[in-house]
Every structure is written in C-alpha cells, then in structure tokens.
C-alpha cells in the first residue's frame, strides 16, 4: 500500500496556498533528495518523467504518509490536493486553476518563516500587494527579486484594498474579467510615456533603482526593471477604471443606443483621467462595449475574454529609456 511509505527524516510543512510542486521541490531539498525522484516515489507513474510537469497527481493519504503531516493540514495548505478532503472549509482561498495563478509568494513573509528558496502559491487575480509589507508580489512578478517595494506610493497599496472592495461589493465573479478589460484599457491608452500616474511611478523606480547602483556604472548601463514595475505603476488607474466597469449604472449607459448616453460614459472616464487621449478611440474599451452590448440585457456581462491583452509586451523595461519614448498615443506626432 502506498500509504505505508516510511516518511522522510525531515518534515516540511507547507506553505499555505503553495503549489504541489513547490512544495514537493521543497521537500526533496530539505531532505537532499532529487525532486523528480520523489515525484516518483509518491506517484510510481511519474517515474521517468521528463522534466518536471507543473502539476501532477499525488494521493493525499501518500502525501500524509511520506511527510509525517496531518491529511487535513496538508489539503488545507495544497490547493491542487485539496479536493480530496472535501470536508474542508476553504471559503475565500485560492483554488487550483484560471482565473487564479501561480506566482512568488511574498520573499519577507517567506524570510520571516525562515524558508530561503522561492516558493510558488495559487492566488487570486486580485492578490497583488503583500498587505504586512507593501510588496508587489502580483503581474509581472516571475522571481521574488521581481518583487517591488511600494510602500513609498500609497496609491498602489490602497488601490489593492479597493480593488478588494469591488469583489465585496460586486462578486468576484463580476469583477475578475473585468480586471483584465480595465488593464488592457490603461495599458492601451498609457503604454507610450507621457504625463501619466504610471509614467510619474515608473520615473520613481528608475531614480530608485539608479540611486541603488550610482557607485557602480557599469552594472547600471546593464540594469533593467522588472516588468512587474510597470504592472504596479498603473495599477491606481486600472482600479479607478475597474470601478466604473462593474457598475451597473454606468454599464447600462456604456452600452446604451443613445449618442448622449454614450458620450455620458466617456465623459465619465476622461472626467476621472483615467485613460490618456480618447475613450472613443480606445480599442480595447471599445472592443469591452461591443463585448457587453453583444450580452444579454438582463444577464451578468459576458466574463473571462483575454483576448484584448494578447499582445502585453512580456519583456522587461529599459531603466534608461523610461521617458525616452515617443509621445502619447493620439499624440499629434505618436510615432507609432
Ligand atoms: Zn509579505
């Protein structure tokens, strides 16, 4: 019986939220084992696996048996385990699976348990900002160096608690594709510098990261910014935008027949500044009316299209060129 596996000499406990993953790398480390040795040893069909999958099947009771840890403490933590304890009470974590992701978890709060390697959790789309210690940890964040302080623009903190009482006040479910429409939106209309919040937040970490390396020339010519500053340098902007998206006022006059009305909703959002030049010349704004018109008239906005933020530009930042760019877009001479 696989449950009987004797356990190792080191217990790990997990990390809440982890991935099996991490936490099965974690676990061959701590008790110098090769990871894709103990995926075998835990699940006999991944034996020879190549490479290491992202996800794969490990039984709980296994798990249990092989790590000395309780089954319900293990599914409580273990996302992608977790329904093979379905007595659990799990409200309000992150499960296995979109629209959640995968990302870093925070490097202080994981310094502070004492674990010095990176460890992958699931989180919502709305987990962007370690709420203990003002850390980006969300978009863009591929490595924990990626991780940006931003204690020092309140903004972007208090964007994450807002952002947190849109869900409360509409439903995650309303609010989440949503999410991904207002940043494709911001990102449309202020990806090119220009006298923005984001370009204002990107000009600050560029001095920050150049006053860092100021004794060092030759390391600063080479530095670049993590794309996960540009993600948090808009991020006040995309929750001002998200605000008037998931409300229902405001959808209803967006997707409304009537030339006033629709020029009442883009008055809306230039009177907020939220987007740079013309809400009606914004695809993809343009492209979420079309979207919500296209809905039932009494039904929940159609949820979930990605499609508007398919070409995000996944490669990092320049740190030299953060203002060396064409003006704005709609900009008399955008160069492009
Ligand atoms: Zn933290």
């Known amino acids: 019986m696989r449950s009987k596996l004797p356990p190792l000499p080191r217990r790990l406990p997990p990390v809440q939220g982890e991935t099996t993953l991490s936490y099965v790398d974690r676990l ?8 894709r040795n103990l995926i075998g040893y835990l699940n006999p069909e991944l034996t020879g696996t ?15 048996a092989v790590t000395g840890i309780p089954t319900a403490h293990l599914a409580q933590a273990l996302p992608e385990i977790r329904p093979q304890h379905p007595d659990l009470h799990t409200t309000g974590q992150a499960a296995a699976g979109r629209p959640n992701r995968t990302q870093p978890a925070c490097r202080r709060c994981m310094a502070a348990k ?70 494709a939106v911001i990102d449309w209309s202020t990806n090119l510098p220009c006298d923005t919040g984001r370009w204002n937040r990107m000009d600050y970490f560029v001095a920050r990261e150049q006053a860092k390396t100021a004794s060092s020339p030759l390391r600063k010519r080479r530095l670049s910014l993590a794309r996960s500053h540009d993600y948090a340098a808009y991020y006040p902007e995309v929750i001002d935008l998200l605000s008037i998206l998931v409300s229902p006022y405001w ?13 009442h909703f883009y008055n809306q959002v230039m009177k907020s500044g939220l987007t740079n030049g013309t809400p009606a ?3 993809p704004l343009q492209k979420w009316i079309a979207r919500q018109r296209d809905s039932q008239p009494d ?25 060396s760019r064409p003006p704005c877009r709609d900009g008399s001479d955008d160069g492009g």
Do not use: M
């Open 299 to 323: 039904q929940a906005p159609a949820a979930g299209d990605l499609s508007t933020i398919a070409n995000w530009p996944g490669c990092r930042r320049p740190l030299e060129s953060a203002r």
């Open 114 to 183: 004492n674990i010095q390697t990176t460890v992958a959790i699931w989180a919502h789309p709305d987990h962007n900002i370690c709420p203990r210690h003002h850390l980006w940890i969300g978009h863009g964040v591929i490595d924990p160096t990626d991780q940006v302080e931003v204690a020092q623009l309140p903004e972007i903190p208090r964007a994450q608690v807002r952002h947190r009482n849109l869900i409360r006040r509409h439903g995650r479910g309303r609010v989440e594709p949503f999410y991904e429409h207002a940043r």
């Open 50 to 64: 190549r490479g290491l999958q992202r996800r794969f099947d490990i039984s709980l009771d296994v798990l249990a």
């Open 251 to 263: 959808l209803r006059i967006a997707v409304s027949d009537g030339a006033a009305e629709r020029e």
């Open 281 to 283: 010349l914004n695809r």
């Open 28 to 35: 061959a480390k701590a008790n110098h084992l090769d990871s």
